[in-house]
């Protein structure tokens, strides 16, 4: 059985008013355990509202997220068929705390996120939160925090007084501090420098690594080209695919969606511009590319 599953999920910003808006539109696709998920779209496709249905903050107007064991919704005809059929408890429906600590969500503006006066109190927050001591969270946030690279000499810092790689490295560390088995990240890489989003990225890619299963939202196709294993594309609130990111950039229909194409695909269409007789059609990584070019000049 899969991780996470939506199922036919539509989510409606203000039903009841007038101008309400339909953000998702029967979205249906599932994510299996140590997944590393790229969701991709236009600006206003639905992706962060389809994040927030995974720890219960927004909840599908109909249909349901299945994350864990845990059905969020707020269909009210599922909710009486749960009841029955699985004899699960409303109120069951609707406490999502423990959900919370499974599911770590790290928002666009880490200075939402970020509210203590020191960083270490920041960062203990979720474990104290979750029910340990305040020395067992003590020993969780300088675990997390090191994770991250940041060191003792920040501890007593105010989170609002550092870079903004910094921040987002600390709100990183207040997540993962709590163990979630599924990590969203939601553009975490926006608004950093050529470093930063390295720095960012390979911790992404160690806590994968460690068996966590990664969502990250992004508009940044060679973050795609690079670390996800499966790429969702959304577009005017549908889901549309799940593909590998080599079928989705040597697919035609690119543009269709409004997506970026990367540097390297971008690299291996002049290549075929100009002539370059090889045939590079299923070549996806640099390496290959450089060998077959090697190959044809005899190197
Ligand atoms: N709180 C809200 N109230 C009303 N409409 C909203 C709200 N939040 C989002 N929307 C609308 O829902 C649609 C989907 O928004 P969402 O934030 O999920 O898009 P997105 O794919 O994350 O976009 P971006 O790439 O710009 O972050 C947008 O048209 C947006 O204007
Ligand atoms: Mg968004």
Redesign the pocket.
């Known amino acids: 059985m899969s991780l996470i599953s939506f199922n036919n999920i539509s989510f409606i910003?203000?039903k009841k008013d007038p101008n309400h808006?339909d953000?998702?539109k029967e979205v249906t696709f599932s994510i299996e355990k140590g997944d590393f998920i790229a969701l991709v779209?236009?600006?206003?496709?639905?992706?962060?509202?389809?994040v927030?249905t995974l720890n219960g903050l927004l909840l599908p107007t109909s249909g349901y997220t299945k994350v864990l064991d845990y059905y969020v919704t707020g269909d009210k005809e599922i909710i009486k068929r749960l009841k029955k059929e699985k004899n699960i408890k409303k109120r069951e429906l609707k406490r999502f705390s423990h959900l919370r600590k499974e599911v770590g969500m790290v928002f666009?503006f880490p200075e939402y996120q970020l509210f203590s006066d020191t960083i270490i109190k920041d960062v203990m927050f979720g474990p104290l939160n979750f029910g340990l001591s305040e020395e067992e969270a003590k020993k969780r946030a300088i675990e997390a925090l090191d994770e991250v690279g940041i060191d003792y000499t920040y501890y007593e810092k105010s989170p609002f007084e550092i870079s903004g790689g910094e921040k987002r490295r600390v709100a990183i560390a207040g997540i993962i501090a709590s163990s979630p088995s599924i990590l969203v990240l939601?553009?975490p890489t926006v608004g950093l420098d050529p470093n930063g989003k390295k720095e960012i990225l390979s911790l992404i890619k160690k806590i994968h690594e460690k068996g966590t299963t990664i969502i990250i939202?992004t508009?940044d196709m060679d973050v795609v080209m690079e670390y996800a294993s499966k790429v969702v594309v959304?577009k005017d609130?549908r889901f549309i695919k799940m593909v590998t990111p080599s079928e989705l950039f040597n697919s035609k229909d690119l543009s269709n969606f409004s997506l970026e194409i990367p540097s390297f695909y971008k690299f291996k269409r002049y290549l075929a511009d100009f002539g370059f007789n090889k045939d590079i059609t299923n070549i996806n990584t640099i390496d290959e590319l450089v060998d077959k070019i090697g190959e044809k000049y005899g190197k």
Do not use: I, M, R
Not at 41 to 50: A, D, F, P
């Open positions: 910003y203000n808006y953000a998702l779209g236009h600006t206003g496709s639905g992706k962060s509202t389809l927030q666009q939601d553009e939202v508009h959304l609130s």
